[in-house]
């Protein structure tokens, strides 16, 4: 259960909202369970009276009848209310947290995450841990405390008959959940198998849409969409049997409960040791005792999915506290050099190295292109400069500095880069823009827009700068989408600039504009440029073949 104990502790900010929820429960549980053991004796009461013409005051128990039923309505209301704000606030805090935790790991860590995995970790994930805040922890109180009171209210009033149902009540209480936990852990298990994978496959459906109907796979496609929509289903239809048995089970309990009362109270009633009315209390607040545990058992059988999601939401706690481990002072903002030695690096133990002892210098405001054919390891080499990846040996440095030493953000206020598949986001033109500064003025997005040759496509969109890119920028086309990205980076002011073939997309007469109006962008700058076709890059002070980084042998 250790791997709950983080999630327990993050519920302090809540805890007084939770502690009023459980007592709200508390009191309705016991309300429920007082209507139905005080309408019992009335009931009784009422019978014997009319038959015996004995005096009955009828205003006290039917006052009482009516506080119970609307203090059970009101408090049950408030409970929900409560509980339920106290929950959403503490899983709004922990989706925040787990996106914190995520956002600086390394990414070849994230890249190993599925995108389906990491949206399964912000929804279905966070979401189980409401069944213990929600579901287990509030109600098994309430249920301890309730049937304890019960309990103890009836052992006072019928003695043995009040033990006997105590003895069943908490026999089931204690059995019944624990056997749905048992039970229920291999069902939680095949649903956290088959959702991922049919998270996994809508997604790849959605995204790879266009691919899927080019390739005619739409068909293939689909029925491994339904496998995992099969599997999930019945997994759930496993985990929801269990319930119902759960559920049954109670319902049997509360009988049993109640049939223990008639079997200790029957003879308690013949020897006149208790009243008809209090055996009909006694009874039929046995069978309301089953109210505070009729959740228990389907609450108790998604533990271990809860477990198993507290497990996979801390998997990455303990790498973001490594990661920001270690920082230094950052080199000033100005013009910097750059210095790769003796740099060693593979994606993967079992694969062989992309750079071998590769060591490249440079200077300060210098502008070097690397080119070299696909798949030597270009981008793997801007992915190291920029501190994206760590080298299995060898140092990257910029002044001096090792740049995986500088914090994320001091790192990233020294060196922009343009990545090979560069994200735009689902907002508008100036929503993309300002990413990279939220405070940048339209003056400034404009002048950023002319410099990749943007600034007359967006002027003549109807909405201009508030123009909608689209979901990952599809409103625009593929060059569009490009000279957006390379604009965000026009509007920083990072000393250093990585990009990853910046014209990928462009017609030849673009690209030579965009490079033409970069030139004096990049004259200010340190600038490491990947591009396959060196002729067609940003003017340049040097341009090296990738494999010359490479030591002798390294190929
Ligand atoms: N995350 C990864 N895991 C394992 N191997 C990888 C990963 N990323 C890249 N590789 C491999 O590393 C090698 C270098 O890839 P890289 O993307 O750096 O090449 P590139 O020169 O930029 O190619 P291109 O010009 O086609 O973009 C390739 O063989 C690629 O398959």
Redesign the pocket.
Known sequence: MRELMPFLRDLRPECWRLALGTLLLIVSLAASIGLMGLSGWFITATAVAGLTGAYLDIYRPSAGIRFFALARSISRYFERLVHHDAVLRTLARLRGWLFRTLAPLPL?RV?RLRRSDLLNRMTADVEALDNLYLRIIGPSLAAVVTLGGTIAVLVLLAGPAGLAVGAVLLAGGILLPLWAWRRGSPHGEAVDRHLPALRGAGVDAVQGLAELRACGAVGRHEQRLMAAADGLAAARARAARLTGAGEGAVGLLAHGALLAALVVGIPLYQAEAISGPLLALVALAALAGGEALTALPGAWQHLGRTRAAARRLLEHADTAADESAAVVDPPPRQALGLALAGVTFR??AH?PP?LRDGSLTVAPGETVVIH??????????LDLVAGLIRPDAGTVTLEGVPVHALAEAERFARITYLT?RTELFADSVAGNLRIVDPRADEARMWQALHTVGLDERVRSAPRGLDEWVGEGGGRLSGGEARRLALARLVLTDAPVVLL??PFRGLDDATAAEVARRLAPWLAERTALI?S?DPDSAPPHDRRLP?FELIAPGGE
């Open positions: 070849a890249g994606h993967a694969t992309v070299g054919p696909s798949g030597c390891g270009k981008s793997t080499l090979q990853d073939e990947i396959h990738f």
